[in-house]
Every structure is written in structure tokens, then in C-alpha cells.
């Protein structure tokens, strides 16, 4: 985003949504004119809950080293009236059976808006494909099975069956009724702001 750009939306009372990186929130006076111009959710890749799932994920790193202030991050965002959305992978090599749980709590624990939660997709044309199918590790599945919700590759720790099933248990925990109540209460808290 360029302050500029958010600062000519400001006049027209519009309701949207913006995808960017967590690094947003270290500017307050961005966040202040995303809130003014109408900017009700913002849509973050923070792609794994633990700093092993994020590390070499990018080729700088870039994503592990925000990880320890993502909590923090969150709440600054949201503390402008701001409500997060984040994105997460599950089925990276370093995930265990545990990932379904934390990834869970972090969701409820930060009171994310939504979560977008896919599995690890090895899609043509992709190092991560390139990679898998190096270490034989691609599952000869059809191209109909690449809906990111579907598992294509051997996992060195979960099955095809766990990271279906624990796909479908964060979805299922993190949309129950005791915890949407609860996030309608917080939103419609910091959309009054």
C-alpha cells in the first residue's frame, strides 16, 4: 500500500477488504488511513503457527523473522478497528501431529476474523514440486485432487487420512458456535471504534 494511494479512498465511505503482510502493522498512520478509507479486514499469509513450519519457506526467511511479533501485530492491527484474516498451510514437512491444535488456538487465541486453511499443494510448476517429486514423494493423483484441501504427497510424519481429518477439525473448532459468539462480540467491539 502507499499512503497516497489509501489517503485518495478516504472521501469515499467505501466497506473493503486488502491483502498485504503483516509488516502493515508497523505503521500506524497506515493503519489509520486503511480504517478512515474504509478498510474493514485485511487478508495475511501467515502461512504456519510454529517458527520450524516457517523456516525456509521463503528464500530470505522473511516470514520466520515476523513470526515472533505476530501476536503482537494482530493485536495492533485490530486495536485500529481493523479485523484479520489470516491464511495458514498445513502439511509442511516440520508438522506434527500437533499442528491442528495450534494452529487452532492461535486462530481463536488472536481472534482472527477467518482463516483461510489449505493443505500443502505441490502444484505444477513449483519448486515444492520439483522438490517432492526429487524425493519421490508425489502421490499419483489426478489433476482434479489439486483443490488445496486434498493431500498429494507422502507427509514424513501424518497420513494422507490425519491431514485430511485435521484440516477438517480446525475448520470445525474454529467455526463452533461458542467461538463465533465470542468473535462477534470482539468485532463488533473494534468496528465501533
Known sequence: ?????????????????????????????????????????????????????????????WKLRQWPRYQADIARIQSCGIGVMGAFILGLDTDGPDVFERTAEFIIDNRLYDAQISILTPFPGTRLRRRLQREGRLLPTPWSNYTVFDVNFVHPRLSREELEQGLLDVYRRINS?????????????????
Open 1 to 61: 500500500f502507499s499512503t497516497a494511494l489509501v489517503e485518495r479512498l478516504v472521501p469515499f465511505g467505501l466497506e473493503w477488504v486488502a491483502q498485504t503482510d503483516i509488516s502493515v502493522a508497523r505503521d500506524g498512520r497506515l493503519l489509520e488511513l486503511l480504517r478512515r478509507s474504509g478498510c474493514v479486514h485485511l487478508f495475511i499469509g501467515f502461512e504456519s503457527v510454529t517458527a520450524e513450519g516457517l523456516h525456509g519457506l521463503d528464500e530470505r526467511d
Open 177 to 193: 458456535t461458542e467461538v463465533y459468539l465470542r468473535k462477534l462480540d470482539h468485532f463488533r467491539a473494534i468496528f465501533k471504534l
